[in-house]
């Protein structure tokens, strides 16, 4: 492990429940005993920044969550089991179709005082429960939260770890919007910062790039996805080879903010291969074609690994 990812281990908080975590992901793992089962981690959402120890103000990103909930239906629906590792709060599978504040605008009183669905959102409701609880209780999806950064490097390292006996089985799909720059534990302030100190000034450090570490240390015979977001759709396509190169990845996905939801292009070492929602069906994703893609890809990956 280069110096960098030593030290910001070391410093970091300890995680509050990792033992807990730790059981779970033995479990899940540990549910398919033939260890034939295709395991995908999906990273979502965005990681926060701390400014201060005891949190009151922090840095975040505008990412909603959503790539990876869909994802993660759509690999349940391909037959791998998910661990889903989410930042807390952003959009959830299964319930992507209902409204924000779902608790409070699909239920109503009866004249009985009873709670009912609203008959507007009846359907909607009970696919997204029977779907999710049918996943859950299948074993197929074990969902893991975050919010800071320190929570996510550290929970996707006991994920890699756990998931090393699968081999090439299991896959890392990294969706999270991952924060550029941090306040490392020990140089942070423990209370909250006085306003009336004048302008503030805080020196951020660049996050160690996890995903070296990760693939060659943590998980190398795995799978890897990772994803390339730009704004400048000029400069997109060449960072995203770029980044396939250097991190090794065996596919990385750009896309672009505004687009996002309508196209991304999936770059690997031969290709790059541009990825559409089905714009004649209404509610269609584009995740929907591009886990299509990739579940063909981790097969023939799987395959050659054996031979
Ligand atoms: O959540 P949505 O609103 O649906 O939006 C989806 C998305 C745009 C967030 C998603 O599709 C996406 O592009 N996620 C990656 C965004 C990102 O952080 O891009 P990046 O260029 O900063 O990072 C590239 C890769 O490096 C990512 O896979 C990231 O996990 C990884 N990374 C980033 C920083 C860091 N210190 N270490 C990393 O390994």
Known sequence: MDSEMKSFFETAPPLKERDIISEKLKQFIQNDDTN???????????TTVPLEQRCVRYIDNFSSGYRGAASTEYFVKAGYAVIFLYRRGTCQPY????????FLECF???????????????????????????AVERGVLLKLPFTTIFEYLQILQMIAVTTRSLGPHAMFYLAAAVSDFYVPWESMVEHKIQSASGPLDIRLVQVPK??????????????????????????????????????????????????RKEEVVVVTENEKISVHR???????DVENPLIELLVGRHSAYIKDSNT
């Open 36 to 46: 034939r089962r295709r395991v995908v981690c999906v990273t979502s959402g965005g």
């Open 95 to 102: 319930s992507r179709s209902l409204p924000d504040n779902a």
């Open 108 to 134: 109503e009183f009866t004249h009985e005082s009873n709670i009912q669905v609203r008959e507007t959102y009846s359907e909607a409701v009970k696919t997204a429960i029977r779907d999710h609880h049918a």
């Open 210 to 259: 996890m995903l070296s570490v990760l693939r060659k240390k943590w998980a190398p015979m795995a799978f890897f996805i990772s994803f390339k977001l730009e704004t400048d759709i000029k400069i997109l396509l060449e960072k995203a080879d770029m980044a396939r190169k250097k991190y090794e990845m065996h596919a990385v996905v750009a896309n672009e903010l505004l687009t």
């Open 278 to 284: 089905d714009k004649s069906q209404a509610g269609s």
